[in-house]
């Protein structure tokens, strides 16, 4: 038999995904972001400054603003389960609470920012809350797949993701969107731009609803549908004081209530999100620029039930940046100061702060053949003392289409104040969660094909958790996440075919076990194609088996499953657009998180006037 014969994808909801190899992979093809993305595009999250895509050395994906208007996805969590090396679990549907699982870690062990402002939560575990992101104000992702606690400090422990906010260009461009589905959803967006002289602007607000469907499963819960509303709006204005420096500011609301029911009562969740981000940027001479920014960002959650809960994060960032180019190298310099604070009725005492100073230095040198890039970072924690972190990555060109890479890096997180200081499930001994990484890669690219491999292991000590024996959070966990990734781009058959498969082993080294709600091998493969004016899409998304504990260390093991997915969208006269999607065509049953239900067929239709 064949080793194509041997390895295949096994597409049936019910069974698991199978071992793939890399001729499958290739066949297959390609990943969106790396169409979306071309490698002269500027990016800034591998090193925290202005770099072309084809000159990273980390592994990274940009997706675009073309790719998220024409897949007429509904959320942020949707885009990102499509891409290499991320997982996203719900428990239930839109607005329910959401985890991203980079390379296997949980779901705060990836730093996230919002225009440049880092949003986190210091509430239970921490990280983020994918729910509260409109996805009609997002311009542009960045993922960032691996550590970068050399870079950011706290939290980059899996990786990094940058959320870029629409921006003004000459001109004025307003546009109204609306759109409906099934499950009474119901969206609109409106907003405009433009620039006039040294001034540009964007601002945006945009609302959506659903009734959605009996989320929770089980019987004491609530067996109404859980809807749940979204209301947002964001802003950001420019001024060009001269050709090298630029003033910006940059705000982002969001507030959604969402029916959860974990008990016979109409359960609600609240979660509102704010960021605000003031930054000055200066290119002194060609090879001289700085920046100063500071930020702020507020996260507050709320629940309304039988025993209601309120806490609130508020987080500030202070950072000087320095760049210095001379020839191929980068010098960088930064200062940074992280400010968290923690309101919640259930601390020691009602409020609780902490603070990090950090100074982060870092080199790189981009050659014809040989790359290298050098970080460090010393952070003093007001808590922990100093914590230590570096990172170096080299890149190796073996050919005009082929370059190796190679990575090692250390990270750590901080506990979350409310994992210290709750007066029941608080320890105040908890020490930083600390990580180290190695990683190869082999990456291909010629012309409008490209193909990728890497492969990473990442050995994570201190880990900490719940333990329902003592109520107390603890560090007791050690983990080794280890994996392979493939990715690949092509155009054939007149069809642009993108596809990746992750093979992974995200373990608990205590238990032997695999982490909760995390498959060994999952892939993502998509087809769009333009016919008599339509771009038509179609998207597979495949998931092997995975399994849960409960608190009596009782496992629950789930099913693979196999979704399909559609797309169309058509310019219609000169200034609108109609797009159209199907998600999980086939209605198939499966399941994300013990005790929930996934969504099954949905729909939605949208419209977009926009003058041209």
């Known amino acids: 038999m064949s080793l194509f014969e041997q390895r295949r994808l096994c597409v049936a909801s019910s069974c698991a995904l199978r071992p793939v190899s890399l001729a499958?992979?290739?066949?297959?093809?390609?990943?969106?972001?790396?169409?979306?993305?071309?490698?002269?595009?500027?990016?800034?999250?591998?090193?925290?400054?202005?770099?072309?895509?084809?000159?990273?050395?980390?592994?990274?994906?940009?997706?675009?603003?073309?790719?998220?208007?024409?897949s007429g996805f509904s959320d942020l969590a949707s885009i990102l389960a499509r891409q290499p090396g991320v997982q996203l679990v719900r428990?239930?549907?839109?607005?329910?609470?959401?985890?991203?699982?980079?390379?296997?870690?949980?779901?705060?062990?990836?730093?996230?920012?919002?225009?440049?402002?880092?949003v986190d939560s210091q509430?239970?575990?921490?990280?983020?809350?994918?729910?509260?992101?409109?996805?009609?104000?997002?311009?542009?992702?960045?993922?960032?797949?691996?550590?970068?606690?050399?870079?950011?400090?706290?939290?980059?422990?899996?990786?990094?993701?940058?959320?870029?906010?629409?921006?003004?260009?000459?001109?004025?461009?307003?546009?109204?969107?609306?759109?409906?589905?099934?499950?009474?959803?119901?969206?609109?967006?409106?907003?405009?731009?433009?620039?006039?002289?040294?001034?540009?602007?964007?601002?945006?607000?945009?609302?959506?609803?659903?009734?959605?469907?009996?989320?929770?499963?089980?019987?004491?819960?609530?067996?109404?549908?859980?809807?749940?509303?979204?209301?947002?709006?964001?802003?950001?204005?420019?001024?060009?004081?001269?050709?090298?420096?630029?003033?910006?500011?940059?705000?982002?609301?969001?507030?959604?209530?969402?029916?959860?029911?974990?008990?016979?009562?109409?359960?609600?969740?609240?979660?509102k999100l704010e960021t605000l981000g003031l930054s000055w940027a200066a290119q002194w001479n060609p090879l001289l620029s700085s920046r100063i920014s500071v930020s702020e960002s507020n996260v507050k959650y709320e629940t309304v039930t039988k025993s209601p809960s309120y806490t609130e994060t508020t987080l500030r960032n202070y950072l000087w940046q320095n760049v210095f180019k001379h020839g191929n190298a980068t010098l960088t310099a930064n200062l940074e100061r992280r400010e968290d604070n923690l309101q919640n009725k259930d601390l020691d005492v009602s409020e609780r702060e902490r603070s990090q100073n950090a100074l982060a230095l870092g080199w790189g040198y981009q050659g014809s053949v040989h790359s290298l890039q050098l970080n460090v970072r010393h952070d003093d924690d007001s808590e922990f003392g100093g914590q230590n972190t570096g990172s170096a990555a080299y890149g190796l060109a073996l050919s005009p289409t082929w370059r190796a890479t190679a990575s090692a890096g250390t990270s750590f997180r901080a506990p979350t104040l409310y994992q210290r200081f709750h007066r029941i499930y608080?320890?105040?001994?908890?020490?930083?969660?600390?990580?180290?990484?190695?990683?190869?890669?082999?990456?291909?690219?010629?012309?409008g094909d490209s193909f990728s491999m890497v492969a990473y292991r990442n050995r994570l000590t201190n880990l900490i958790e719940y333990n329902s024996?003592?109520?107390?959070?603890?560090?007791?966990?050690?983990?080794?996440?280890?994996?392979?990734?493939?990715?690949?781009?092509?155009?054939?058959?007149?069809?642009?075919?993108?596809?990746?498969?992750?093979?992974?082993?995200?373990?608990?080294?205590?238990?032997?076990?695999?982490?909760?709600?995390?498959?060994?091998?999952?892939?993502?493969?998509?087809?769009?194609?333009?016919?008599?004016?339509?771009m038509l899409g179609a998207e597979m998304q495949l998931v092997s088996k995975r399994s849960e504990f409960d608190s009596k260390n009782k496992r629950y093991d789930w099913a693979g499953y196999g979704l399909f997915n559609l797309s169309a969208s058509k310019p219609l006269a000169r200034d609108f657009t109609l797009t159209a999607r199907v998600d999980n065509l086939m209605d198939r049953d499966y399941v994300l998180a013990k005790d929930y239900a996934a969504a099954g067929r949905t729909f939605y239709v949208g419209l977009k006037w926009m003058p041209q």
Do not use: C
């Open 24 to 70: 499958v992979v290739l066949a297959a093809a390609p990943w969106i972001s790396s169409m979306a993305a071309s490698l002269d595009e500027v990016v800034v999250s591998a090193t925290r400054t202005e770099q072309r895509l084809s000159d990273v050395l980390a592994d990274m994906t940009v997706i675009g603003h073309e790719e998220i208007e024409r």
């Open 469 to 534: 024996s003592s109520k107390k959070y603890q560090n007791v966990a050690q983990a080794e996440l280890q994996g392979i990734t493939f990715a690949a781009a092509t155009h054939w058959l007149d069809v642009d075919w993108t596809a990746s498969v992750d093979f992974q082993t995200p373990r608990n080294q205590e238990t032997g076990r695999i982490l909760d709600r995390r498959a060994k091998r999952y892939a993502n493969v998509s087809a769009y194609k333009q016919w008599l004016g339509w």
């Open 123 to 271: 509430s239970t575990s921490g990280g983020m809350d994918w729910q509260t992101i409109p996805l009609a104000s997002i311009d542009r992702v960045e993922i960032l797949r691996g550590p970068a606690a050399a870079v950011y400090g706290s939290d980059a422990v899996a990786g990094v993701i940058q959320i870029f906010t629409k921006k003004g260009e000459a001109g004025f461009l307003p546009h109204i969107a609306i759109g409906f589905g099934n499950q009474g959803t119901r969206k609109a967006d409106a907003g405009l731009s433009g620039g006039q002289g040294a001034w540009d602007y964007a601002v945006g607000v945009q609302t959506e609803r659903t009734d959605g469907f009996d989320a929770k499963t089980t019987a004491t819960s609530n067996p109404d549908k859980d809807d749940y509303r979204l209301h947002a709006a964001n802003a950001k204005l420019g001024f060009q004081l001269n050709r090298g420096h630029r003033l910006e500011a940059t705000a982002l609301t969001s507030q959604s209530n969402s029916g959860y029911d974990s008990t016979l009562a109409d359960d609600r969740s609240k979660r």
């Open 91 to 118: 428990t239930g549907g839109m607005g329910s609470s959401t985890s991203l699982f980079m390379r296997g870690a949980n779901n705060q062990h990836t730093a996230v920012f919002v225009d440049g402002i880092r």
């Open 426 to 447: 608080g320890s105040a001994s908890l020490q930083p969660e600390e990580g180290k990484n190695a990683e190869v890669g082999l990456h291909w690219k010629q012309g």
